[in-house]
């Protein structure tokens, strides 16, 4: 079923805020900036140090309502994670987990863990490279993410194609581009680690290692690596002290003039949505061959239209989900947790400092190469800002508040193969 612009609710409306939504209330905008403009007079003429939860959202108290300002879920530390009724958690199955995230055997030819794509003993949990690498014989068209905060999102991936961290994982692992693992032979690999026998039957309850519970174990992981003793988190918390002034100039931009919190809003800075914000089309993206094969390779498993496939001259995003011209060009939103050290960013990562992503959003966003689809779906929300440098150096500033403790898991002394004599023929076969 491809979701209409009219149909009430498909999986891409949990959002607060939908793009229909928006072109309602453009009618409205004149008045909605007025307002906003005259909020940001009043609030800056209090010159006041406490935290304020300065917002373009801010309504104003008393006088005729304005109907139509936007309101968008304000920043605020993360909540504690919830782990899913079917995948709860508990400290052994994080622990099996990690030893999982770092052993390479789980990959066809024993060569890629989730750490290599994902370097936890870098404290990035993502590679700095502009694109992935992938299964040897393979390359990546897209930046690795970083796995902060992966807890958070509705969708994972750039295009949203998982709908839960266990099944991004199994993607992981089994895909041609990343793994590339058979799981009939994960098992018969994790049965022959006596160690691993023993972990996954205190933690499961099973004789055998399960490639699902494998499965369970790693996302379980993953779910605990959460930002920590986060600057800004503390100046809501009422701290006055913990970010710089420029910082809490960045923040009123961020919110104001800037508007960026139309799309990164709510605890996660991010709406959990998806925008075609223009990014431009990585420089060998049409030249490496390589890439031209695992991206097309994709499309075609996709089911994505010949004339789409010939093509092939930028990465559609959601559209290689939703066959939905309006959707070409969109990704979703990432989170701007922890970027001082998830560089270089975007989905392709093209922009290396986030002063050039600063730079970007003030032109406007980008053209989208001049390709006329791709003009079309990009987002009406990003316009030229006209920010000063030293506005734009306060923007950088603000997002350097919302990096925590880095977290770095070493990697970790992995159990070895041995034959193990009690193995039965069991598992999922
Ligand atoms: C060969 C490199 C590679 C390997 C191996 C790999 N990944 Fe990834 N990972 C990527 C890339 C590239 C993306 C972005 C994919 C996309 O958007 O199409 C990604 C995306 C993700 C995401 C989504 C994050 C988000 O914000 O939505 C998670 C979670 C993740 N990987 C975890 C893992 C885990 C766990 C493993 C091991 C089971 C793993 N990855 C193995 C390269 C890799
Ligand atoms: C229309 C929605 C929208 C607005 C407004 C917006 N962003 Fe974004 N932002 C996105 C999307 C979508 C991406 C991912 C784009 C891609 O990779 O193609 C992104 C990516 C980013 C990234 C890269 C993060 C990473 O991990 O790679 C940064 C940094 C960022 N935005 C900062 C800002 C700032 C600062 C503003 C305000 C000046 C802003 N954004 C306004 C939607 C938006």
Redesign the pocket.
Known sequence: MTPSPTSPKTPWDQKPLTQRDLAILVGAVGVVLLAIVGTFVLLASKTTDKPTQVAATTAPTGGTPVAAEPEYPPLAALPPVSFPLDNPYSDAKAELGKL??FDPR??GDGS???N???PANDGSWA?GSP?????PGTT?W??????YN?AY?L?????G??TS?EK??NG??TGT???NLDTAMAEERLAQIPEYARLFKEVFGTDYPLYGDAIKA??TF?RTIVSQNVPFDAYLNGDANAISSEAKQGYELFTGKANCIACHNGPLVSDNSFHNTGVPTAPDFQTNALRQITVRWQYWNRGVPEDEYAAMNADLGLYYITKLDSDKGKF?T??LRELCYTAPYM?NGVFTTLEEVVAFYNAGGGDPNGSAALTTSKDPLLQPLNLGEQEQAALVAFMQSLCGDKIIVEQPELPEYEVWPGVTLGGSR
């Open positions: 999982l995230y789980m990959s890629t863990s989730c290599s794509c994902h590679i694109m992935s690498f992938g299964y990546h897209r930046n690795s993410q970083t796995v992966v999102y969708r994972l991936n750039w295009d194609s998982a961290i991004q994982n992981a692992w581009v990343a793994g790693v996302a993953q979703r990432p989170s989905h």
